[in-house]
């Protein structure tokens, strides 16, 4: 048997397992439930809580889930998983590296703090004014959809008028994106303002950003520079220069 609740906004469904769970149950309450949530949302938040009774899928229930796993790839923001059972934490687990967006698993006393994990953003976006024509965007954490929309109105608000500006990346405590949605949402946000960039500085730890941007300079047709972490400063001073 399955169980919904939905919060006031939609964004977030909470469902219950319980007993043996039939292609029925998919196909007359979680199914729709989604399809209505993702008609006035881009995404949703599934917390799932696996009840001590529950006691596994028919071979109906396990096609639908695949099923509307599949045809509902990209519209799902982040899950979470609430249960006691070494075996459903065991199968979460291994199933999570493949999902398109950041799957946690919780036991059953942890459900408020699965709650409060389901809800809060994991990352930010602070932009800052350099000053003349330099700008930096610092992203924190695991970033999902919601910083990207806060981040393009952000900056759109400090470039103004501006034909042209310089932007210093700051990487230092990126954790990557919540999925392809956040990722998608960040190419969006980079596509509206490429054709302002006048150069770019890139500052980070990691050699994958590195790579990306020699690559991306490349790609952008921009002067672009990767400086390590501990030189943020030179980065600053590269960007203001000539």
């Known amino acids: 048997m399955i169980t919904v609740h939905k919060n006031s906004d939609g964004a977030l469904i909470e469902i219950e397992l319980s007993g043996e769970v039939t292609s029925a149950d998919y196909t007359s309450t979680l199914v729709p ?13 599934l ?10 899928y028919d071979l109906g229930a396990a096609w ?10 990209r519209g799902f923001d982040r899950a979470a998983v609430v249960a006691d059972k070494g075996w459903v934490q065991t199968s979460v687990r291994l199933a999570a590296p493949l999902m398109p967006c950041p799957v946690q698993v919780f036991e059953l ?12 953003s994991l990352g930010a976006i602070h932009i800052v004014d350099l000053g003349g024509p330099c700008v930096q965007v610092s992203l ?10 806060k981040a393009e109105a952000d900056l759109d608000a400090i470039l103004g008028d501006r034909d042209a500006f310089r932007l210093l990346i700051d990487l230092r405590e990126f954790d990557g994106w919540q999925g392809l949605t956040a990722l998608a949402a960040h190419f969006r946000l ?9 150069r770019a500085a890139i500052v980070g730890d990691k050699a994958w950003q590195n790579i990306a941007q020699r690559v991306g300079g490349h790609i952008l047709g921009t002067r672009t520079q990767f400086f390590p972490s501990e030189e943020i400063e030179n980065a600053k001073a590269w960007l203001a220069a000539g």
């Open 109 to 120: 006393a942890e459900l408020e703090e699965a709650r409060r994990w389901i809800r809060e």
């Open 64 to 73: 639908e889930d695949t099923k509307l796993g599949l045809s509902h790839w």
């Open 140 to 149: 924190m954490g695991k970033l999902d959809p919601e910083e990207y929309e």
């Open 190 to 198: 980079a596509r509206g303002h490429v054709g302002m960039l006048d």
């Open 33 to 45: 439930a989604i399809e209505a949530a993702l008609s006035e949302h881009d995404a949703v938040r």
């Open 47 to 56: 917390l799932v809580i696996v009840g001590p009774e529950f006691k596994g």
